[in-house]
């Protein structure tokens, strides 16, 4: 089945500095690639997704990249802010034809430091 | 107008007892799951139904089953509670003839066996 990997498991930055956080997975089937923001205490949400087809897309300061060949995805959070400090999960699936559940990679603590 | 509801929010309960978490979505999904999320921070996928039907089992213990009365319902029952089962479960669905692919989850269920 699918395995996800993220890295790193913590990250701090500065107010206004940029956060990567970057996400391999093993299943070549696999074609969506989401992220989700849990906040303290709160659920899982998601923030943006990418499909196979597709190499970049953007919104906003939040933008996510796809190498299709290699095999990882990145997730870019550009002029971070306070707000923006939460867990960040990657996740891959197979959807359309057939959907496989999310798997997760094991989640990124990100601090953005005012 | 919550999408997606679990009872209860917390659960405190003994070694060896019996509990259940319930869950209801009101989104018209064909798809809800049962993810854990552990100390720290896994998120792991438990169980999915599609239609009724029992799609995935994760080589969860058969402590856990789930049971779905109907397309809007996924309660997860918990018979013989370890230490080891304390963890937030999320209750999750997604349209399956959706592009999107979109998880939508619940607020959380944490549960501490003592």
């Known amino acids: 089945g699918e395995n996800v990997e993220q890295h790193p498991s913590t990250l701090s930055v500065q107010e206004g500095d940029s956060a990567v956080i970057k996400c391999t997975y093993s299943?070549?089937?696999?074609?969506?690639f989401p992220w989700y923001k849990q906040e303290l205490g709160k659920r899982p949400q998601l923030i943006i997704d990418i499909r196979s087809n597709v190499g970049e897309k953007k919104d906003q300061r939040i933008a996510v990249t796809l190498n299709k060949t290699a095999k990882h995805f990145s997730l870019h959070i550009t002029e971070t802010q306070p707000e923006d400090s939460a867990v960040y999960f990657c996740a891959a699936s197979k959807k359309q034809p057939g959907n496989t559940p999310l798997v997760f990679g094991k989640g990124t603590r990100l601090s953005v430091i005012a | 107008d919550t999408a997606v509801s679990q009872t209860p929010k917390y659960l405190v309960t003994q070694m060896g007892n019996d509990k259940s978490i319930k869950c209801e979505q009101n989104l018209g999904h064909d798809t809800m799951y049962w993810y854990k999320q552990d100390s720290k921070k896994f998120l792991k996928i438990m169980f999915s139904?599609?239609?009724?039907?029992?799609?995935i089992n994760e080589t969860v213990p058969n402590r856990f089953s789930p049971k779905s009365p109907d397309k809007a319902h996924l309660n997860l029952h918990i018979n013989s509670l370890e230490l080891g089962d304390s963890a937030v479960y999320f209750c999750?669905?997604?349209?399956?003839?959706?592009?999107?692919?979109?998880?939508?989850f619940g607020e959380g269920s944490r549960l501490t066996v003592l």
């Open positions: 999750a669905s997604s349209p399956v003839r959706s592009n999107t692919g979109e998880l939508f």
């Open positions: 139904y599609n239609n009724k039907e029992l799609i």
């Open positions: 299943d070549s089937a696999s074609n969506y």
